[in-house]
């Protein structure tokens, strides 16, 4: 287990490396984001060693479970699934450094009232929903801009970027539309200078395409698959809203 975790990370490594080349891009740019929903300590702990630092948890109960592993090792954990409101208080409990799917004003003043409560701060990425399916969390395109005005006025999030999960399709222009529109999103709000927000990261880019995502301007992209092997359950699981 141990000997295919370390490969997959190499054979990643290399493909983020190829990706840079290809795009004129700096490697030291671009960051890998452990995405270990289902993934126990154990093999998280193999990357980590292996000088990958940054995870994401798609639930909070995972969040919970590996805390106490892993609370020891040198890493910074993200929030990149849907954040129910009801859930934020764990969330800053088990530290999260950065919740990558702030989506709704709703929850912005929930999270906002309760880090004024603990006397905290919380970097947060804005999801948008680029590819307009329906099973999938984020503000619409049309919308983002505004939100992110609104999310301006709260001190205690710290707005670093934003985050998009590209369409699930074969068809790589289809995917490549989502990762441009993001970037443009991201362009557009910089030109518009807000007080308090930062638009330096742009989370987007799987196991399947992040070639492409880092070609159109990724600054994360997020690997679960390829490193830690298929999971039981398939990606809709964790993103549709049903569910969730």
């Known amino acids: ?50 000088g990958e630092t940054l995870i994401g948890e798609n639930k909070v109960q995972e969040v919970k479970q590996k805390y106490d592993e892993l609370k020891n090792t040198s890493h910074q954990k993200h929030f990149i699934g849907h954040l129910q409101t009801n859930k934020i208080k764990e969330i800053l409990k088990y530290n999260v450094s950065c919740i990558q799917s702030l989506d ?31 099973s999938k969390f984020g503000v619409t395109p049309n919308e983002a801009v505004n ?20 369409l699930f399709s074969a068809d790589e222009e289809k995917v490549r539309t989502c990762f441009k529109l993001l970037k443009s999103i991201q362009q557009e709000i910089i030109a518009k200078n807000i007080p308090n927000i930062e638009m330096k990261e742009l989370s987007m880019g799987m196991s399947g395409d992040l070639e492409i995502a880092i070609e159109e301007g ?10 830690f092997g298929e999971r039981i359950y398939p990606d809709s699981y964790y993103w549709n809203e049903k569910i969730s």
């Open 1 to 50: 287990m141990s000997e295919t975790i370390i490969q997959n990370l190499r054979t990643i490594q290399q493909r983020i490396k190829n990706a840079c080349i290809k795009s004129n891009r700096d490697i030291n740019d671009v960051k890998l984001l452990l995405a270990t929903k289902t993934v126990d300590a154990n093999r998280i702990k193999i990357a980590i060693e292996k």
């Open 218 to 227: 990724a600054t994360i992209v997020r690997v679960g698959t390829a490193i």
């Open 147 to 166: 939100l992110v005005k609104e999310l301006a006025n709260f001190d205690r999030i710290h707005i670093k970027g934003l985050m998009t999960i590209g």
């Open 104 to 134: 709704r004003i709703s929850l912005a003043e929930k999270l906002q009232k309760r880090l004024e409560f603990e006397d905290k701060t919380i970097n947060a990425f804005m999801q948008v929903n680029t590819s307009a399916e329906e």
